[in-house]
């Protein structure tokens, strides 16, 4: 088997899993199931081991997420229960930390933001709210408020550094620790959100960015800091739109329509920022790059 894959057969869970995380330094995995537990394994080589099984979620466990490892090995979970779990590994065993039980429906994501812009996780839930816990001197703050009405699908935050500002020689106020995010909602819309720090809050930053005629699924934004922004959505509508914006007027957002023959469920970007991965509902996962004329094209397509 090639040093890049590896299948884990025998996972342990009782049911389906829903989502499964390498930790920073790919010597970790976490999945989760609709059997209401998480899995700890350690990976070593082609061999892993199932280390811990973390119970306590009331319902099935949708995402799991790993946190920057300068904050620990602090792992975030979040569940059909409503609530978001934190958990942290200390000398060899797993506490939980943290129950954030605010929200009154399904939480059906969680994101850790850039570890530049602080140990901060946004959550998104079906209550239509997103939540924002941050995490500091061993407590958490949170603020939580109203994003989409109908449920809120996802979040993806954007990069810590404002695109362009490495190349400038005076990166100017507000260059580090950028604390923006972009949320997908039933709504079918998408919503970039500030944080503002007269109210300790977050808020819209500019109007909604309109198009998909059916729930967004999921957003994405690139992880890139080149002279533009990018942000994928994949929407039950079957298309996918890659939204650009540039340094020069970095709210002023535009969209590229990538049509699907299938509901497109998941996009994600590499670490480069510069491919786009999607996934459909016919099984399907396609790779994407912008050309030189700026048009995107599928380089790779699998079937699963």
Not at 271 to 289: E, F, H
Request: hydrophobic share 35%.
């Amino acid at each position: 088997m090639s040093a890049g894959a590896q299948v884990i057969t025998n996972t342990g869970h009782d049911d389906m899993i829903h989502d499964a995380v390498l930790d920073y330094y790919g010597r970790r995995l976490a999945t989760c199931s609709s059997d209401r537990t998480i899995k700890i394994f350690e990976i070593e080589g082609e061999t892993q081991r199932l280390t811990e099984t973390l119970k306590g979620h009331e319902g099935a466990v949708w995402c799991v997420s790993w946190a920057h490892p300068k904050y620990g090995n602090i792992l975030a979970s979040a569940s059909y229960d409503g609530k978001v779990f934190i958990w942290r590994e200390q000398g060899g065993s797993w506490q939980r930390i943290f129950d954030f039980a605010l929200h009154k429906a399904s939480v059906n994501i969680v994101s850790w933001s850039p570890h530049e812009a602080g140990c901060l996780l946004a959550c998104a839930s079906s209550d239509g709210n997103v939540s924002v816990l941050e995490f500091k001197d061993n407590s958490f703050d949170h603020s939580i408020f109203p994003a989409h009405g109908l449920g809120v699908n996802s979040v993806s935050w954007a990069p810590a550094t404002t695109p362009g500002s490495i190349v400038s020689s005076n990166p100017g106020p507000g260059a580090t620790g950028n604390r923006r995010f972009v949320t997908g909602g039933c709504d079918n819309l998408l919503k970039i959100w500030i944080y503002d720090p007269a109210t300790n809050g977050y808020k819209p930053e500019r109007e909604p960015l309109t198009g998909h005629t059916d729930w967004v699924r999921d957003v994405a934004w690139s992880p890139t800091v080149l002279q533009k922004s990018y942000i994928a959505s994949a929407s039950q509508d079957r298309t996918v739109r890659i939204w650009t914006s540039d340094t020069s007027n970095p709210t002023q957002w535009t969209s590229k329509v990538l049509p699907f023959e299938a509901v497109v469920w998941r996009v994600s970007w590499s670490l480069s920022g510069n491919v786009l991965a999607v996934s459909s509902q016919d099984n399907k996962v396609t790779l994407w790059k912008e050309n030189l004329n700026g048009e995107w094209e599928c380089v790779k397509t699998m079937e699963e």
